[in-house]
């Protein structure tokens, strides 16, 4: 039962146009939700759409690279990164991003409709030369809309945290517009989520810097070991 | 091989950066990796045949562009690393380095030349995507690493827009691959293959392709409107870094949209693509001037000065005949070096009065002579007046521009009087103050600082190569330039 369903495409293209629906609504959420792990688990659910909707892709294509990026999604989007973000902002105790620059929530969700529908008018002004079904279609202009939307995040909030998720909902943007547009090798997936890994990295560690004093600072790099530059 | 060799003394380098206990040690440890890389260059230059493939895969490719700009880097890395031991000790002694974070701080640094270097030898377009947005991770925790909280700012800022821009040059580069997969057959990003078969490419996409590239590419260089984070994390990082971050870093940027427009120029995509990059050199050298007028910061006014020498870069690439690409070249190389004396002057400047502002500018020619002296030369310089080596690149590269349209030549000569007046109005005001004039209004004199070993070396020796490359342009360069052009198909 459960297999013909799977055997069939349209089925399955209507599930990862459901699944297009949710990630937008995951992108609405990390533009107004206020509580930090709130939008943890919102940027651990939009991976996880990814890593469903690379697999779903994977049973229509029968592309192997799919299932590899799907993993790799899973390990480094959906669990490490969350994890390690979660860690951070434990010890820096920062819970409420309440501040917003130059946007608040509603202007941005209406700003972020505006940007949806700039992403499918320069696309469909461009795809008319590529010959990409409507569903591959609809997966590159929500990718670009995604990562329009994650810029939108950057400039919108002020800790460093917030923006570092902005950052990772524009590469989660970046990141289905190349499954739908392109069939990128697997070994750039790979370099990008290490640049990812590092970045996070950085400016969670940062993040600690900007919200103590110096002093303190070293003091928490030090019971955190991440910076223990120390000449032994 | 050679990329291998470059690995390899990099490895070597770290590790032993790693081992080291004392300040000094890590020092001439970095000092020595960069002698090695830019021994390699200079070997492979005149030893080996290139263009050619590298470490058995079409990964990565050397050719005389790529070698140009590694050599560029090496030559800057090593002057920084031998004004570092002075410059960072009395960091540390100022306590404004914390000792702990020295062996960090010498890591880094190793380890952005090596990544550097592998960027510049990429052929793989996604390749060099990523070890550019490595360059940036690494040099942004070099800006950080003086913790203070306007450091970390400046770090925080130059992060999150130069990576979120380049988010979408990588979007650039998976339409480039869906179009060269339908030209080609299967998808390629190796810039080789993409120059050869250029002229297949559809125009309309390869525009469209170009402009996202541009946005994260112009973003690294601090192209309008993107240049907001340069100012501030080039004038917040300790000056070894600075110098790094004007002179080789944005190179990077201004090198990948060279190599694009070698590109786009074979297509029907010219014309635009050349008005788009014109018109955007136009508003970055405007927006830096108009910042520079009233600049009261010494290392902002450096800094906004690189903003507009990487508009006029933009230019020379924009106007895409060989003669302007020659020079763009050659100005690349010229503006490197000056920039780095103008900073590690300022460095020494900074380290005597503890401020960049004009207002604590005091007694430089008799506190600081060499840094003065320094700085007002590098000044001169870097306005572009003869006989220096800036002056010749633009004028040929203007020259060639009034070609194109007068207009332009004009505008740009009007910004250039107004950067040139920028500068002198901070030389006249800030050097001309003396404490006598003040009075002794409870203020002690201030005690000279003692510039370090290895301070002045960089500063002079710089002073010295410029005036000479601007009186005499040696043929092996003008022959390696000329290969460059050749190579990027525009002769």
Redesign the interface.
Known sequence: MISSFIANPAFLEDIIRILFVFVLITAAFTLSTRNIASLLTVYAVQSLLMVLIAIFLYLIEGNKTLIAIAALTLVSKVLLIPLFINLIGEKIKISRDLKFNYLEPTASLLVSIGLILLAYVFLSG?FS???LGKLFFMGAVIG?SL?LMG?LV?FSRRK?IT?AIG?LT??N??LL??IF????PFI?EI??V??LM??VL??TI??I??DST?EE??QRLQTLKI?????N | MIILGYLAMGAIALALIALS?SHRTMNAFFILHTLAFLAIGVYVLLTTAVPIFETGSEYFYVDHLSLYEVLIAALLFFLASVYANGYVESLVQAQEL????????YMIFSILLTTVTLAFFSDNL??FW?FA??TT?FS??LV?IL???EN??A??KY??IA??AM??S??GL??L??LS??VLGS?TLNWIILAKNAALL?P??LT?SFIFLFIGFAAKSGIFPFHTWLPDAHSKAPSAVSAILSGVLLNIGIYGILRMYAIVRQTQAEPMVSKFLLGFGLLTVAVAVLNMLLQKNLKMLIAFSSVEHMGILLLGIGIGTPLALFWTLFYILAHSLTKASLFFSAGILHRQYESNLIQDIKDVFSLQPIAGWGFVIGTFAIVGMPPFPIFSAKFFILLEAFGFSKSLVFAVLLLLVIASAAFARFLIEAFTQSSKDEGTDGMEALLPYTVRGGMKFPILSILFVILALGVFFPEPLEKLLNTIVYELGYM
Do not use: P, Q
């Not at chain 1, 910076?227 to 000449?231: A, K």
């Open positions: 461009f030369e590529f010959i670009l990562t810029m950057m460093v923006k950052y524009m590469e943007g970046v517009f190349g547009v392109a069939d990128l750039i370099l990008i290490i640049d590092i970045l950085l400016t940062l993040a810097g900007l110096i600072y070293h910076w223990s530059g120390r000449e | 206990k914390h000792r702990n974070n020295l062996k960090i701080f996604a390749l990523i947005e490595l991770i942004a925790a950080a913790s203070a909280k970390i700012d770090a925080i992060i999150f990576s979120g988010l979408f990588f979007i998976i339409f691959y869906t997969g339908e998808g559809s309309k996409i469209a």
